[in-house]
């Protein structure tokens, strides 16, 4: 499932307001804008959605209005949310425009009951959300869709460390923990819960990618950390001597030995856990949404691109979305600019200009023969704005 619109507003109407005003994505998206314009702030926006209507999180959030729409093949779902003071006020879920859930202040509201064939009355806590606690695939089974879309989506902070600085620790006798594809960090489990599936086809994949970057390997894998120990503190009484503390190494072709996590530079160690992750994710069929903050960021500029164009290559046909930032000019010239969003920040308002809300601008800049940066700083983008 595919979001398609979103808006988002939040502490309204106090000083600290921050609104996203209604924007369309598609399925490759790249948001594109100086610093402190929001571009971090929608991602975290799209992702507390998601994080709020899945397992993730509980409402804990003083204010929020969120106003979405999904698109699943011939199926549309619209959703909106809206609390403060952390209690629900008002939740809708629409399916194909029949109101399938009408909840307001108080927890009070209709629900659609698929086994009755018809709308009954219902009340819920104030601080639970309707559509993650009423789920039930007998009664209410049009919620599963918006749960497993919050469940699969990913955020990707491209400039953190994305668990290089993390050990992994795997009992012997025991098979994988199955840890969340949120946990970003434990890319040393998605690695072997992967290759346990698919064996060296999995890793094939991996190398041909990482080669195909610039990064010349010809192995990769998880292996027994050297020349590390370790010691356990708290609740888990296991001895040491039965859990292998292990780290991801590849074999570079111009090296001798094996280069393990804690030696790789960031930039090679955040491009080689992010395709890990998301082939894992890709080859284990759990269609999600990934969302990759500055993407590119601590690598050069041939890599960088190729990074890019591999990860849009994965998403194109499959049932997947992808949502990036950057404001690196390299990527910019790199990807069409039909997947741009390019976002504009007055006082506490953000909007995006893109080819849904203003095509004829998009497309009279193809003619300029100019560099796709340029529609970001000439009046093209001003041109864009007016447009609104």
Known sequence: MILKKLAYSEKSPTLKKWELEEFSLGQINLIVGKNASGKSRTLSAINGLANLVSDAKKLTFVSGHYISAFQNESEEIEYELLFES?????EIFKKNGKSLLDRGGGGEGDIWSQAEGKSIRFQSPEDQIASKVKRDKIQHPFFE?????????VLYSFSSKLGQDKLAV??????????????TERVAYFFKRAFRVYGNDFKKIIISEMCKIGYDISDV???????????IEGPLQLPPNVLTPSLVYVKENDLPGFTYQTEMSQGMFRALSLLIQMNASKLLKIPSTIIIDDIGEGLDYERSTELVKVLIEKIEGTSSQLIMTTNDRFIMNNVSIEYWHVIQRKGNSVKMINYANSKQIFEDFKFTGLNNFDFFRTDFYEKGLEAE
């Not at 795997?170 to 946990?183: A, L, N, R």
């Not at 894998?221 to 010691?231: C, G, K, L």
């Open 86 to 90: 952390s209690k629900v006020m008002r």
């Open 145 to 153: 869709e918006l749960y497993d879309w919050g469940n699969n989506t």
């Open 170 to 183: 795997f009992h012997k006798t025991d098979k994988e923990p199955e840890i969340s594809f949120k946990d």
């Open 221 to 231: 894998d998880v292996n027994e950390a050297p020349n590390i120990t370790f010691s």
